[in-house]
């Protein structure tokens, strides 16, 4: 059965750094593309950063993009989201999810995504 799962959240105090983890099971790590998304309290889900597994082109959202960077390892079916510069509004949980390489980008295009990890940034 295909699952994602995160890890690395926590707590960080402004200005410092996270490293998150998604362990993909179960499914063909080419061929698709992973998201990182975040829901921050009393907030919508929103796009983080994605990575085409086949080219490792990526792209991000304008709130993160030069402080957060995503990457993948093909070998060992993981991707990453390196958060540094950190901010208390980047408080939320995080999610991995992944969609087939193709498909429109849009949240709607994920039909896989794991359980989430909290990270909070303290002021």
């Known amino acids: 059965q295909a699952q994602l799962v995160e890890s690395g959240g926590g707590v960080v105090q402004a200005g410092g750094s996270l490293s998150l983890s998604c362990t993909v099971s179960?499914?063909?790590?080419?061929?698709?593309?992973f998201g990182w998304f975040r829901q921050r309290p009393g907030k919508e889900r929103e796009f983080v950063a994605h990575?085409?597994?086949?080219?490792?082109?990526?792209s991000y959202a304008g709130s993160v993009k030069g402080r957060f960077t995503i990457s993948r390892d093909s070998l060992k079916k993981m991707v990453y989201l390196q958060m540094n510069f950190l901010k208390p509004e980047d408080t939320a949980v995080y999610y991995c999810?992944?969609?087939?390489?193709?498909?429109?980008?849009?949240?709607?295009?994920?039909?896989?995504w794991g359980q989430g990890t909290q990270v909070t940034v303290s002021s």
């Open positions: 990575i085409i597994a086949s080219t490792g082109s990526t």
């Open positions: 179960g499914r063909t790590f080419s061929s698709n593309v």
């Open positions: 999810a992944v969609r087939r390489e193709f498909t429109p980008n849009n949240i709607q295009s994920y039909n896989l």
